[in-house]
């Protein structure tokens, strides 16, 4: 009883923070975004694959009219970015929280193989995976920021890139081993909750 009691609260202040950074001025990603008003450049030299794209000088958004390059447009691309980025982090928190409770889950099927629960553990596996890949898209094809500049030395945001290369690619063999080889699906699994929470902690204590 009390142990359910603990991952009831545990899931609640992760769902409850949310809420609180909405109420912020600021959001965890601003060190993210650059003043560059004395900047003449509307695109950044750096992009990911996936922004150059789509919103590079010669991306699909580009091409087809859908967004031309402007300043105008930029500043719209830079709004929407933002709005982006603030569901990313929000569905962040709740992918997290069905990553828990898959691993408290998943803990008792090991232990006690049920089929009722086994039914609940893949629902809430589907619905946590279908939450994490919208939240990774979000990002990875957000329109870039005016300047991408790159910082010496470790910090939150090569951290956190670093970390979501890990997750990533814990996430997809998790997926790829769950019905294959348990051990490594328990295990990738794992590695997937671990660095997932530590990406968010790097921005949330920066």
Excluded at 17 to 44: G, M, Y
Excluded at 68 to 92: A, N
Excluded at 93 to 118: D, I, P
């Amino acid at each position: 009883m009390k142990k359910k009691i603990s991952i009831i609260l545990f899931l609640f202040s992760l769902l409850s923070t949310p809420l609180c950074l909405l109420a912020q001025s600021e959001d965890l990603f601003s060190s993210i975004r650059q003043d560059v008003k004395s900047d003449e450049s509307l695109l950044p030299d750096r992009m990911i694959f996936t922004q150059r794209f789509l919103w590079g000088e010669n991306g699909l958004f580009r091409i087809t009219g859908i967004s031309p390059l402007d300043t105008k447009q930029r500043e719209k691309e830079l709004k929407l970015r933002r709005s982006m980025l603030k569901v990313h982090q929000i569905i962040g928190y709740l992918t997290l929280a069905g990553m828990v409770t898959q691993g408290f889950l998943g803990g008792k099927l090991y232990n006690n193989w049920e089929e009722g629960l086994y039914r609940t553990h893949k629902t809430v596996g589907n619905l946590t995976t279908l939450s994490y890949f919208t939240g990774a898209g979000l990002s990875l094809f957000s329109p870039p920021p005016l300047i991408n500049k790159k910082y010496k030395g470790l910090n939150s945001i090569k951290a956190h890139k670093y970390l979501a290369s890990i997750h990533f690619s814990a996430m997809v063999m998790t997926g790829i081993f769950k019905n294959r080889n348990k051990k490594i699906h328990k295990y990738s699994a794992y590695t997937a909750v671990g660095s997932f929470a530590a990406a968010m902690l790097v921005f949330k204590f920066n």
